[in-house]
C-alpha cells in the first residue's frame, strides 16, 4: 500500500504495529494488548484525518495508484461482461474501455476512461488520456445502445484529453464537441460517475449524464490544479492554492448544484477496500437506473437539456 | 535589445493589445506600416500581406449587419463571482477592472438584424474581456442566442475569438460547453442553419463545443485553432511542431473546416450561403 505525504502519521503506526506483530508469540498477553490499544489508535487518527482533508489531499487521493478504476469496477459488479473496441475509423483506443454487461440482471452500456498500474499497463492506457478515437468509439457506442434501448453507464477518471500532435490532426475537439451534442439528445437513460479524475472537457466528453454522482475523494475541475498555477501563477508551485480557488471537489459541486449527489468511500479511501467501493457504487447506479428507467425518451433528453440549460452562475441587472 | 530571446515564433506569448492607439499602425507580421483609415476601410486587414488585426464584437457587428442595425439580446446577463476565486488578483476585481477598460460586460455578446436582408442571429465572443474566455455569462448569453435563433427560425452565426474556459468559474464554465452543445443539438433538430465563424485564437473548450459544431465550420485565414494550444502539444511530444500546425489552413487541410473566409469578403460569402440553405433569390 503507498502512502500520501499526509497520511505520514497512520503510516508510522501502522509499521510499528507490524513490528510488535512480528514480536509476538502466542499468548504474549502484554503486547496483544499492546497492538489491540494501538490498532484503535490508527483507526482514531484515520477518521480524524480524513474528517478534515483540503481539496490538495483530496486531488491525491483521487489519483491514488491503488484507486479502483473502471475495469476493477467491471470486474465487481458487472455480469457477462462483452468489451467492444474501435471507433470503425481510426484505431481503438484503450484509454476508453467499453462494452455491454448486466447490472443486476439489466443489460447495460458501460464506458469509462481506464488507468494503468504499472510503467507498462500506464503506457498502453496513454494513463487515461484519451484520444479523439476514444470519444468516437465513445459515440458509436451510446448510439447503439440507443438502438438496442440500453441504458448507458459511464466512468470519469482521466487527467484530461490527450494533447497530442495526432490528437490535434485529428480533431480531438470536433470529437468531443459531437460527444456532448449526440448525448444531450439520447433516448436511454445516461447515468455517469466521477470515480478518479474529472479533468475538463476529456472528462465531459463522455459526462453529460441525466444524473451526475461523484464519489467523495474524486475531482471535477475546467483545469487541473497545477495547469491552473502555470497559467494564473505563472509557476507550478501553487497547486494547493489553485485546488482550493477551484473549488473542485464533489462536496463543492453538490453544493454548486452540478452534481446529484457525492457516493461515500470506504475510511481512507476506495483504495483501501474496492470490493465495498464497488458496493457502494453499484447502489447508485441500481437506484439511479431504476429511477430513469421510468422516464420516457422524450422526457429522457428534455430533463438533460434543461439540466445541463440551467448550469450556470450570474445576476440579471436591471 | 534583450539579452534572451526566444527564437521560435510559435512559443510566443499572445500579445493582448487590442487595435493600436495611433494615425499610422504598424504591421506586425511585415513591420511595414499603414494609415489607420486605410486599414478601417479594408475592415483591419492589410490589403498588402492579408494580415488580420484582431477586432471585437462592436466591429463584427458593424461588418456583418445592414448599417450597423442590430437588436441586442442578454445584455442584462452579468458575471458574477461564484466561487470567491483568487489567483494573483481577485476575479472580482479582475472583472471589474475589465469591464472599466474594454467598456464590455463580458465576453460575448449578441445581435439580432439583417444582413444583406437576411435575418440573423450574431453571437460574437470578445478576446479583449479576460482572453475571451467561456464563463457562465457566455454560456448563457450564447444559449439566448441559440434559443432566440430556434423559436424564430432565423440562421445563426457564432463568431470566436477565445482562449477556452474561464478558470475562474471552474466547473460551471466546464457545463456551458454541456450547455451551449444540447441547446446546438435541438437548433438541428428544428433545422436551423448554424455557421461556427472562427477567429485568431479559437482554442480549449469553445473549439471542443459550439466551434466545432457548425453546419458550416468556417475561419479567417491564418486563425489559430485548437483543442490543446501549441504550446502544450509541444511540451506533450517534447519536439518541434510541424510549420502551419493549427492554423485554420492546417484545418482545412485536415477536414475540419468547409472554408477559409478573408474578413473583408466573410459578408458576401456568408449571404451567398445561407441563400443557398435557404432557398432564396
Known amino acids: 500500500m503507498q502512502y500520501l505525504d499526509f497520511e505520514k502519521p497512520i503510516a508510522d503506526l501502522e509499521k510499528k504495529i507490524e513490528e510488535l506483530e512480528n514480536l509476538s508469540t502466542v499468548g504474549d498477553g502484554i503486547l496483544k494488548k499492546e497492538i489491540a490499544s494501538l490498532n484503535k489508535k490508527v483507526e482514531e487518527l484515520r477518521k480524524s484525518i480524513f474528517a478534515d482533508l483540503t481539496r490538495w489531499q483530496r486531488v491525491q487521493l483521487a489519483r491514488h495508484p491503488d484507486r479502483p478504476y473502471t475495469t476493477d469496477y467491471i470486474d465487481n459488479f458487472v455480469d457477462d461482461f462483452v468489451e467492444l473496441h474501435g471507433d470503425r475509423y481510426h484505431a481503438d483506443d484503450k484509454a476508453i474501455v467499453a462494452g455491454l454487461g448486466k447490472i443486476d440482471g439489466e443489460s447495460v452500456m458501460i464506458i469509462g476512461h481506464q488507468k494503468g498500474r504499472d510503467t507498462a499497463s500506464r503506457t498502453y492506457r496513454n494513463f487515461g488520456m484519451a484520444n479523439p478515437e476514444g470519444y468516437r468509439k465513445a459515440y458509436r457506442l451510446m448510439k447503439l445502445a440507443e438502438k438496442f434501448k440500453i441504458p448507458i453507464i459511464t466512468l470519469l477518471d482521466t487527467p484530461g484529453a490527450f494533447p497530442g500532435l495526432e490528437a490535434e490532426e485529428r480533431g480531438q475537439a470536433e470529437a468531443i464537441a459531437k460527444n456532448l451534442k449526440m448525448m444531450a439528445m439520447l433516448k436511454v437513460p445516461l447515468i455517469t460517475i466521477v470515480i478518479g479524475e474529472g479533468a475538463s472537457g476529456g472528462a465531459i466528453g463522455i459526462g453529460m449524464g441525466n444524473e451526475v454522482y461523484m464519489m467523495e475523494n474524486t475531482w471535477y475541475s475546467v483545469i487541473s490544479p497545477e495547469s491552473c498555477s502555470s497559467i494564473l501563477w505563472k509557476t507550478w508551485d501553487y497547486k494547493e492554492q489553485a485546488a482550493a480557488n477551484l473549488k473542485l471537489t464533489a462536496k463543492d459541486l453538490e453544493e454548486l448544484e452540478v452534481i446529484d449527489g457525492v457516493i461515500p468511500e470506504p475510511l481512507g479511501g476506495a483504495h483501501r477496500n474496492h470490493d465495498e467501493a464497488a458496493a457502494l457504487v453499484k447502489s447508485q447506479i441500481v437506484k439511479s437506473l431504476k429511477k430513469l428507467k421510468k422516464l420516457s425518451s422524450n422526457k429522457l433528453i428534455e430533463q438533460r437539456i434543461e439540466k445541463y440549460s440551467s448550469i450556470g452562475a450570474f445576476e440579471i441587472a436591471k | ?281
Open chain 2, 1 to 281: 535589445m534583450s539579452w534572451f530571446k526566444r527564437k521560435d515564433e510559435n512559443i510566443q506569448t499572445e500579445t493582448k493589445k487590442e487595435m493600436p492607439e495611433g494615425v499610422w499602425v504598424k504591421v506586425p507580421t511585415t513591420g511595414e506600416t499603414i494609415h489607420r483609415r486605410e486599414l478601417e476601410d479594408n475592415l483591419w486587414v492589410d490589403p498588402l500581406s492579408g494580415h488580420h488585426f484582431r477586432i471585437g464584437s462592436k466591429q463584427y457587428f458593424s461588418i456583418i449587419f445592414d448599417d450597423n442595425k442590430f437588436e441586442e439580446l442578454g445584455q442584462n446577463i452579468m458575471p458574477t463571482d461564484p466561487l470567491e476565486f483568487s489567483d494573483t488578483k481577485k476575479y472580482k476585481d479582475r472583472l471589474e477592472a475589465t469591464q472599466k477598460k474594454s467598456g464590455l460586460s463580458d465576453a460575448a455578446r449578441v445581435g439580432v438584424g439583417k444582413m444583406n436582408g437576411i435575418d440573423l442571429v450574431v453571437g460574437c465572443m470578445d478576446f479583449g474581456f479576460i482572453g475571451g474566455s467561456m464563463g457562465s455569462v457566455v454560456g448563457e448569453r450564447l444559449g439566448i442566442a441559440i434559443d432566440h435563433a430556434r423559436e424564430n427560425k432565423i440562421p445563426l452565426i457564432i463568431i470566436s475569438q477565445t482562449g477556452g474556459a474561464r478558470m475562474m468559474e471552474s466547473v460551471l464554465s466546464l457545463m456551458q460547453m454541456a450547455k451551449t452543445s444540447a441547446k446546438l443539438a435541438q437548433l438541428e433538430e428544428d433545422g436551423v442553419p448554424y455557421i461556427s465563424y472562427m477567429t485568431h485564437p479559437t482554442t480549449g473548450g469553445v473549439t471542443a463545443s459550439y466551434a466545432m459544431l457548425g453546419d458550416f465550420n468556417v475561419a479567417e485565414p491564418g486563425a489559430l485553432i485548437a483543442f490543446a494550444g501549441p504550446r502544450v502539444v509541444r511540451q506533450t511530444i517534447g519536439r518541434d511542431l510541424p510549420e502551419g500546425f493549427q492554423t485554420a489552413e492546417y484545418l482545412l487541410e485536415h477536414g475540419f473546416l468547409d472554408f477559409i473566409v478573408p474578413r473583408n469578403t466573410m459578408k458576401s460569402k456568408l449571404t451567398k450561403l445561407l441563400k443557398l440553405v435557404l432557398h432564396k433569390k
